[in-house]
């Protein structure tokens, strides 16, 4: 018996420790998986740097109002590549656009962007202010605190936010660039993402299919409702923020309202699988307390849980999706705009739509999570928590002898 414990020991430990190697691996083969975006011809004649600010000349700038336009001569040094050290002269354009435009002064480190023939700069355009350094400082803090006070668990959520930036840049962008269908990408992409950010959480366990079983079929759910009212509002993907100029640039091809119907359910589907690791964690808890419960009682612990819940998760939501909205907010409401006309525009009317439908997977994530849970966790035998930290239980022990 000894020898059947210490497998199980060990068989655990490896379907815990399972999704850190395949989150690693996957992370290693996506930063070495080209995007074929890499040398488009906008930057690949050119070369980017980082270049410090000597001296500027606002001699040409017209300044209206508020608004800034002309041209802002800054002469810069630049810091890295084959021209670091060279001092020459760059251009900063002002189109009269707040949103866009960028002042530079004397000091400032700047991105620019070197036009060269052979080994002579030919000009050098300023791009924007350089961030890259105070970025990558933000990161490593948040990355510090976040192992600090989480320990292991930090370092999995690190991996996990490692590994859906990568999929967002590696796959999901360069997948819908190319025309392929975007709601299967963006299902799939889910998918993988909803089963190894719960798995690193849990390990691949029974705790891991219910979370991740909930979460998916809350998915499902604002897939199908997102095509069903977009089609409904008649909201054309065009309502994104930038999704013209793909057009303009030549991808022509692209479905910009399925595109649209996909970031519907991605949008929502962290906040799914943060309500699912929820209701999972708590039946696991009143399983492990309780060994005898009944099946029907888990899954009325996991709905007591994720009624609690889903009044703060849809307000998050709300929240979330609001809040780069504040702005055109308050110009509705200084111009008077009555709600009925502010309801009916497209681009608010979408944001409704993000919000609901989101909130619709939420609501259906709580009792798909319920069910699964309490079908899958509950297990009337005696459960103990050996001294390496992992559930066993003697149903899997003789199950797998």
């Given at each position: 018996m000894k020898t059947t414990t210490k497998n199980d020991a060990l068989l655990l430990r490896i379907n815990y420790r399972a999704p850190v190697i395949l989150c690693v691996i996957l992370i290693a083969v996506l930063m070495l998986?080209?995007?074929?975006?890499?040398?488009?011809?906008?930057?690949?004649?050119?070369?980017?740097?980082?270049?410090?600010?000597?001296?500027?000349?606002?001699?040409?700038?017209?300044?209206?109002?508020?608004?800034?336009?002309?041209?802002?001569?800054?002469?810069?040094?630049?810091?890295?590549?084959?021209?670091?050290?060279?001092?020459?002269?760059?251009?900063?354009?002002?189109?009269?656009?707040?949103?866009?435009?960028?002042?530079?002064?004397?000091?400032?480190?700047?991105?620019?962007?070197?036009?060269?023939?052979?080994?002579?700069?030919?000009?050098?355009?300023?791009?924007?202010?350089?961030?890259?350094?105070?970025?990558?400082?933000?990161?490593?803090?948040f990355f510090v605190l976040l192992i600090i006070f989480a320990g292991r668990t930090g370092v999995r959520a690190i991996l996990s936010f490692a590994l859906t930036v990568l999929m967002i840049w590696k796959v999901l962008v360069?997948?819908?660039?190319?025309?392929?269908?975007?709601?299967?990408?963006?299902?799939?992409?889910?998918?993988?993402?909803?089963?190894?950010?719960?798995?690193?959480?849990?390990?691949?366990?029974?705790?891991?299919?219910?979370?991740?079983?909930?979460?998916?079929?809350?998915?499902?759910?604002?897939?199908?409702?997102?095509?069903?009212?977009?089609?409904?509002?008649?909201?054309?993907?065009?309502?994104?923020?930038?999704?013209?100029?793909?057009?303009?640039?030549?991808?022509?091809?692209?479905?910009?309202?399925q595109i649209f119907m996909a970031a519907i359910f991605i949008g929502s589907s962290g906040a799914m699988m943060d309500l699912s690791v929820d209701i999972t964690s708590a039946i696991d808890e009143v399983v492990r307390n309780?060994?005898?419960?009944?099946?029907?009682?888990?899954?009325?612990?996991?709905?007591?849980?994720?009624?609690?819940?889903?009044?703060?998760?849809?307000?998050?939501?709300?929240?979330?999706?609001?809040?780069?909205?504040?702005?055109?907010?308050?110009?509705?409401?200084?111009?008077?705009?009555?709600?009925?006309?502010?309801?009916?525009?497209?681009?608010?009317?979408?944001?409704?739509?993000?919000?609901?439908?989101?909130?619709?997977?939420?609501?259906?994530?709580?009792?798909?999570?319920?069910?699964?849970?309490?079908?899958?966790?509950?297990?009337?035998?005696?459960?103990?928590?050996?001294?390496?930290?992992?559930?066993?239980?003697?149903?899997?022990?003789?199950?797998?002898?």
């Amino acid at each position: 018996m000894k020898t059947t414990t210490k497998n199980d020991a060990l068989l655990l430990r490896i379907n815990y420790r399972a999704p850190v190697i395949l989150c690693v691996i996957l992370i290693a083969v996506l930063m070495l998986l080209p995007s074929e975006f890499e040398n488009i011809k906008v930057y690949g004649e050119s070369d980017l740097r980082p270049a410090r600010v000597i001296d500027v000349d606002d001699s040409s700038i017209v300044d209206t109002g508020l608004i800034r336009s002309g041209e802002q001569r800054c002469t810069v040094e630049i810091l890295s590549g084959y021209f670091s050290g060279h001092i020459a002269e760059a251009n900063n354009l002002l189109n009269g656009s707040m949103e866009q435009d960028k002042v530079f002064a004397e000091g400032d480190t700047a991105l620019v962007r070197i036009n060269f023939s052979e080994d002579k700069i030919r000009s050098i355009s300023m791009i924007d202010h350089y961030r890259i350094h105070w970025e990558i400082l933000l990161a490593a803090l948040f990355f510090v605190l976040l192992i600090i006070f989480a320990g292991r668990t930090g370092v999995r959520a690190i991996l996990s936010f490692a590994l859906t930036v990568l999929m967002i840049w590696k796959v999901l962008v360069p997948s819908y660039l190319k025309g392929i269908n975007p709601i299967v990408v963006g299902l799939g992409i889910c998918v993988i993402l909803t089963f190894m950010i719960i798995g690193l959480v849990y390990g691949f366990d029974r705790r891991c299919l219910s979370a991740a079983g909930g979460s998916l079929l809350g998915i499902l759910v604002s897939l199908v409702f997102g095509i069903i009212f977009t089609n409904l509002f008649k909201i054309h993907g065009a309502v994104m923020s930038s999704s013209e100029s793909l057009l303009y640039a030549g991808y022509t091809h692209l479905n910009l309202t399925q595109i649209f119907m996909a970031a519907i359910f991605i949008g929502s589907s962290g906040a799914m699988m943060d309500l699912s690791v929820d209701i999972t964690s708590a039946i696991d808890e009143v399983v492990r307390n309780r060994p005898d419960i009944s099946i029907r009682d888990a899954i009325r612990s996991g709905m007591n849980v994720g009624r609690a819940a889903m009044g703060t998760m849809t307000t998050t939501l709300l929240l979330a999706y609001s809040g780069g909205f504040i702005a055109l907010l308050m110009v509705f409401t200084a111009q008077g705009t009555p709600i009925e006309v502010l309801l009916n525009y497209k681009y608010v009317s979408a944001e409704l739509l993000h919000t609901l439908i989101g909130s619709f997977g939420l609501v259906t994530v709580a009792p798909f999570t319920a069910i699964s849970g309490g079908i899958l966790l509950t297990r009337r035998v005696e459960r103990t928590m050996p001294s390496n930290g992992f559930l066993s239980d003697k149903n899997d022990i003789q199950r797998l002898h």
